[in-house]
C-alpha cells in the first residue's frame, strides 16, 4: 500500500449528545433489514456524533438506512451491498472476514480506487459461511471509528435459543490519526507521544518496563512494549465504561457474546467476572468449546463465547481490560430490576499480557483438509520504537500459485506483539513456537515478542492480498507485505 493512502484525514468537531445511561434492547448492533431480491442491501458512510468525557466528538458511520450500525447477512447467500458515501473526504472499506474476489477487497489502489464523495459502489459476491466479522477503513480513517459489526448469521444461529450482543470495541483519541502518528514517530511539533509500556513479567523472563510520558527508545535486551499511545478513551459500542450499554436480559437465559476488537492500537481480555463462558468461535470459526472466563483479543480478532445466566439473574459487566493497563471499557448485562452500580474506567488491577497459551489450546470444528504443503514461506517481523519502523522481512518473494498448499511460518524478532491479519483467505494455525499443532482457523493472528507461528491455508482466491499487522500505526509505517498469485499483476 501507499503511504498516501493512509493519510486521510480525520475530523473531530463539536455537537451536542446527551451521556445518560440507557437500557438497549438485544441485537442494537447490526441488524440486518431483508433486502428484495432485486435490490441490494444500503450501507451508506457518514458523519456522526458521540460523547467522550463530557465532549463531543465528530466520527464516521457505516449504517443502514434505519440507522444501524453494520449489516447482518445470512449465510450462503450473496453479498449485494450498495456503498454510498456521504463524507467529504475519500476512503474505502475492507470487509474484514470475507473472502471477496480481490477486485471487492477493499484496500485502496490494490487493486480499486478510493471511494470518493458522493459516490456509490456496489459489490457482489458469495457472503460464504457464518462469522462474527467486521468492515472497516483500510485507511488512517479506521481511527476515528470508521468500522461496523459485519455478522453473518447461519441457520443454527437463526434457530439457536440465545440472545445475541455485539460489542465492538475501540480506542479513541480527540487528536488526528495524523498526528498520532507523527509523535510516533518523533516529528510532530507538538513533542512526543504519551506512551505506557505497563509494568509486568512474563514470556521467558522478559521484563516490562514503564517508560512514563514519552517515546522510549528501541527496547533494550529484557524490554518488552506494549502500548505506543495513551488514549483518551476505550469504548464498547461507542460508550465508555462509566456509561455503559446496559442489555436487557432474561433470568436463566443464554447469552451469545459477539466481541469485536476493532481498537486500532490496543489489545484487550475480555472478562465476564461472574459468569463462566464457553469460547465457541475465533474470528468468526468454529473451535472445540474452551471453558473460561476471561479470554484475550487482539486488534483485529473476534471472539464469539456463549453465557448461561442464573436463574435469580442480576446485573453482570463484560469487560474489556486493557492490555498491560488499568484502563478498561465493557457493557452490562441485567435482568430486569438488576441494580446497575457505577463503575469506573480505570480498574484496581492493571489487564493482563497477551500471550500464546491460548492459541495453543485452540482447535477447529472444520479443520483444513490434510495435505502435504505445496511451498513455505519464512517471514521475519522486525522494527523498533526509535525510529517507528515496522516491517516484514523475506516478503519479497511472497509468490504463489492457484491451487498449492501454503505454510507460511512467522517469527516476531521484534518487541511489540503482532496481531497478523491476512486477506482473501482463512488459514489455520499448525505450528507454534516451533511445534505442530492442530490450531483454530482464522484470519487474524497474534505474533508475541519472541514468538513463532506457521500459518496454513489454500491458494484459491487469485490477487495480491496483504499480510499485515493489524496495530493501525505498525502497519502504516511499514509492517504490510503482499501475496501475490502468479500472473496477478
Not at 458512510?45 to 453494520?70: C, E, H, N, W
Not at 433470568?251 to 459477539?258: A, I, N
Not at 483444513?368 to 505445496?374: E, K, Q
Amino acid at each position: 500500500m501507499k503511504r498516501r493512502d493512509f493519510l486521510n484525514g480525520l475530523m473531530v468537531g463539536a455537537a451536542a449528545l446527551g451521556t445518560s445511561a440507557a437500557l438497549h434492547p438485544i441485537r442494537t448492533w447490526a441488524q440486518g433489514v431483508a433486502a428484495k431480491p432485486s435490490a441490494p442491501d444500503t450501507l451508506s458512510l457518514g458523519y456522526r456524533s458521540i460523547d467522550v468525557k463530557g465532549r463531543s466528538a465528530r466520527v464516521f458511520g457505516l449504517v443502514q438506512p434505519d440507522g444501524t450500525p453494520g449489516l447482518s447477512l445470512d449465510a450462503g447467500a450473496e453479498f449485494d451491498v450498495a456503498l454510498s458515501s456521504g463524507i467529504d473526504e475519500s476512503t474505502l472499506i475492507h470487509w474484514h472476514g470475507l473472502t471477496p474476489p480481490w477486485a471487492a477487497d477493499g484496500v485502496p489502489d490494490n487493486p480499486a480506487a478510493l471511494l470518493q464523495p458522493s459516490e456509490t459502489r456496489r459489490y457482489t459476491f458469495p457472503v460464504g459461511a457464518g462469522g462474527t466479522h467486521w468492515m472497516h477503513a483500510h485507511t488512517l480513517q479506521e481511527q476515528n471509528l470508521l468500522a461496523a459489526p459485519l455478522i453473518v448469521r447461519t441457520a443454527d444461529d437463526i434457530k439457536r435459543d440465545e440472545q445475541e450482543v455485539i460489542v465492538l470495541l475501540h480506542d479513541f483519541s480527540f487528536l488526528p490519526a495524523e498526528e498520532l502518528l507523527a509523535r510516533l514517530k518523533g516529528n510532530s511539533p507538538h513533542g512526543a507521544m504519551p506512551m505506557d509500556h505497563g509494568a509486568v513479567q512474563g514470556m521467558a523472563g522478559i521484563q516490562h518496563t514503564m517508560s512514563g510520558n514519552s517515546v522510549s527508545g528501541m527496547a533494550m535486551p529484557g524490554t518488552m512494549d506494549l502500548n505506543d499511545i495513551n488514549y483518551d478513551a476505550y469504548l464498547a459500542n461507542d460508550r465508555m465504561l462509566d456509561d455503559p450499554e446496559v442489555v436487557r436480559v432474561e433470568k436463566g437465559g443464554r447469552v451469545r457474546l459477539r466481541i469485536i476488537n476493532g481498537a486500532t492500537a490496543t489489545a484487550f481480555t475480555i472478562d465476564m467476572g461472574r459468569l463462566p463462558g464457553e469460547l465457541v468461535a475465533v474470528d468468526g470459526q468454529g473451535v472445540v468449546p474452551v471453558a473460561g472466563m476471561s479470554f484475550p483479543v487482539a486488534m483485529g480478532q473476534r471472539l464469539d463465547i456463549r453465557l448461561s445466566l442464573p436463574k435469580e439473574g442480576g446485573a453482570f459487566p463484560v469487560l474489556a481490560l486493557r492490555e498491560g493497563a488499568r484502563e478498561r471499557t465493557g457493557i452490562v448485562l441485567a435482568t430486569a430490576g438488576a441494580d446497575i452500580r457505577n463503575m469506573t474506567v480505570a480498574g484496581d488491577t492493571k489487564g493482563p499480557v497477551l500471550e500464546i497459551d491460548l492459541e495453543q489450546r485452540l482447535h477447529p470444528v472444520s479443520p483444513l483438509a490434510t495435505r502435504p504443503a505445496d511451498h513455505r514461506f519464512e517471514l521475519s517481523l522486525t522494527g523498533e520504537m526509535a525510529a517507528y519502523n515496522w516491517r516484514v522481512d523475506g516478503a519479497d518473494g511472497l509468490v504463489v500459485k492457484r491451487g498449492q498448499r501454503i505454510e507460511v511460518a512467522i517469527g516476531n524478532t521484534s518487541m511489540m506483539a503482532h496481531p497478523m491479519h491476512l486477506h482473501g483467505h482463512h488459514f489455520q494455525v499448525v505450528g507454534i513456537n516451533g511445534a505442530p499443532v492442530v490450531g483454530a482457523v482464522r484470519d487474524t493472528v497474534l505474533v508475541p515478542p519472541m514468538a513463532s507461528v506457521v500459518l496454513a491455508f489454500d491458494a484459491d482466491n487469485p490477487g495480491r492480498w496483504p499480510l499485515h499487522c493489524h496495530h493501525l500505526y505498525h502497519m502504516a509505517t511499514g509492517m504490510m507485505a503482499y501475496l501475490t498469485y502468479d500472473g496477478v499483476g
